[in-house]
């Protein structure tokens, strides 16, 4: 977080300023996409962004640390004392968690529900016992909580040029279909943690199950039917992406770069999967860093382009 940053958002003490650099360097370290589309928000709103991102990612790391040896139950208990932190620090303002401290001051900064974060939390606890999703309708009840709400608490921070209530459902949308691009991209290494994200029956009706996904992983031998059944869960993920697009007109003329970049980024991790030939099972799927910094330069150029046009000079006062 620069100083620049802290100062924009009006944030002036000292430990808050520190609770905001570590929810910064959170979503630096888990998120390069989006962490890289934040920069083309203005200075005042980056802060805010990162706490909410860097809260989740701290939620999603108790919930997927390989490296621990905590069991499920005991992770459990770590989300129960996060979340009880949590509702004291929306209610008071105050948390010795520096993260949690940093969240609960945007969520009353910006006037986010605090239900978003209760539903989020239950999916980050769903997540310790549920290890796939009968059907699409199972699975977007589960991003309910771990992605649409993402788009929702976002919404008042970005900003929006028509009655929130009209953009929500297009900034859930977006929020699902990031989360759907990341299932599709990590199918490998989510069937090394014990999960499969994508739909039961969407897999079965290209006669693909779990084994079968197990033996690909395993063996490193590739099967058209498991081809098959993501160019479906793609062609899925991009009718999302339909869905949520409208939104991006509707968000602050300043916002709207940052949320185009990420949409963009993020829909180029789905052309990374094609241009795979979909073997996300053996390799992850890259978009090549030279196309990153293209769509990056093009955002900051809107970037500019939108505040030069938003820029208000102050009026002199008359002596």
């Not at 980056?46 to 809260?55: C, E, I, K, Q, S």
């Not at 004291?88 to 986010?112: D, F, K, N, Q, W």
């Not at 992605?147 to 977006?174: D, K, N, R, S, Y």
């Not at 929020?175 to 090394?192: C, I, P």
């Amino acid at each position: 977080m620069t100083e620049r940053e802290l100062d924009a958002a009006g944030i002036r003490d000292p430990d808050l300023r520190e609770a905001y650099r570590l929810s910064r360097r959170l979503n630096a370290r888990h998120g390069k996409t989006y962490f890289l589309a934040t920069r083309l928000l203005p200075p005042e709103r980056r802060p805010a962004v990162h706490a909410l991102y860097g809260f989740a990612r701290w939620a999603d790391d108790i919930v997927d640390d390989q490296g621990s040896a905590a069991t499920p139950a005991e992770r459990a208990a770590v989300l129960d004392a996060l979340e009880a932190h949590l509702v004291g620090a929306l209610r008071t303002g105050e948390s010795s968690r520096p993260v949690v401290r940093a969240l609960a001051h945007t969520a009353a900064t910006y006037r986010i529900s605090p239900g978003h974060f209760t539903d989020f939390m239950a999916s980050m606890r769903s997540d310790l016992v549920v290890t796939g999703y009968p059907t699409y309708a199972d699975l977007r009840h589960y991003m309910h909580g771990s992605a649409a709400v993402i788009g929702l608490q976002m919404l008042p921070v970005l900003g929006t040029v028509v009655p929130p209530a009209e953009a929500a459902p297009h900034a859930a949308a977006l929020g699902v279909a990031f989360q759907l691009t990341n299932f599709v991209r990590d199918v490998g290494e989510d069937l090394d943690r014990g999960r499969v994200y994508l739909p039961e029956d969407l897999l079965a009706a290209h006669g693909v199950d779990r084994e079968l996904l197990r033996w690909s992983r395993a063996t490193g031998q590739r099967d058209p039917r498991i081809t098959a059944a993501l160019r479906a869960a793609l062609d899925l993920t991009r009718q999302v992406y339909r869905e949520a697009r409208p939104g991006l007109a509707m968000l602050d003329p300043r916002a709207r770069p940052c949320i185009r970049t990420a949409f963009v980024l993020y829909s180029a991790i789905l052309e990374a999967v094609v241009d795979s030939g979909f073997d996300v099972l053996h390799r992850r799927a890259v978009v090549p860093r030279r196309h990153r910094a293209a769509l990056a330069l093009d955002g900051l150029a809107r970037s500019s382009a939108a505040r030069v046009r938003t820029y208000r000079p102050r009026q002199r006062e008359l002596s």
